[in-house]
């Protein structure tokens, strides 16, 4: 995966093979990407690399990150249930999302419409990061670890292959994610059992 943010806007993310080449994802929306990019960052947002993808952070917590797909590109935001979507623009990014987290686009002037609610909704979750409000937790099967939610919220192909686990495998997971003290422990170990949760793997699997 890249260890620097230019590289996703000039090659990719580094997870698959056709990183660094024109049939990369990205390449595709090289113009929405940039456009997100300058959105987020003209509001105030500070840019991370988190999962090797562009993530805005304000007041210390992640508020939205970039992603690229083959048929649609994405600003999904983490906390979510917050969001108000007065225009009702937001999409799920799974069918097993629980409330409607991100910009869906499949045309990369399709930013420049819609840049004024952008910037609204983004604002909107950095006023809820500055205040410190969060979601109220919601009853779950499994008590995911923040940093799991969190990862698939934000990563629609993790959050399918998460969900299609058995529950037995599920578990496996969140007890090894949980069972990490650190939360940049926590997250290493997501992204690194991210492949073998795509290959509907339990975390002890070989």
């Known amino acids: 995966m890249i260890t620097n943010i230019e590289d996703y806007f000039t090659k990719g993310c580094g997870r ?32 991370a690399l988190k999962w090797a993808h562009p993530c805005y952070v304000h007041a210390g917590r992640n508020v939205a990150i970039v992603g ?17 979507d007065p225009e009702g623009v937001l999409e799920r990014s799974g069918p097993n999302t629980r409330h409607p987290d991100m910009f869906r686009f499949t045309r990369n002037e399709d930013v420049a419409a ?4 952008l910037r609204a909704y983004l604002r ?13 937790k919601e009853a779950r099967e ?12 934000a990563d629609p192909e993790l959050a399918e292959a998460f969900h299609k686990l ?16 650190k939360p940049e422990t926590r997250v ?6 991210r492949d073998k949760i795509l290959a509907g793997k339990g975390a002890l699997e070989r």
Do not use: N
């Open 16 to 47: 698959c093979p056709r990183f660094a080449t024109p049939d990369c994802s990205t390449r595709r929306w090289t113009d929405g990407l940039e456009q997100l990019r300058r959105i987020c960052l003209d509001v105030g947002l500070e840019e």
């Open 68 to 84: 690229a797909f083959r048929g649609d590109f994405r600003l999904t935001f983490f906390h979510a249930a917050l969001l108000k």
């Open 114 to 117: 819609l840049e004024p609610v």
């Open 124 to 136: 909107e979750a950095m006023a809820y990061a500055t205040e410190g409000v969060k979601p109220p």
């Open 142 to 153: 499994l008590d995911l670890p923040d940093e799991l939610i969190e990862a698939v919220d």
């Open 166 to 181: 058995t529950p037995g495998r599920q578990t496996s997971y969140v007890l090894h994610v949980g069972a990490a003290k």
């Open 188 to 193: 290493a170990r997501i992204a690194k059992a």
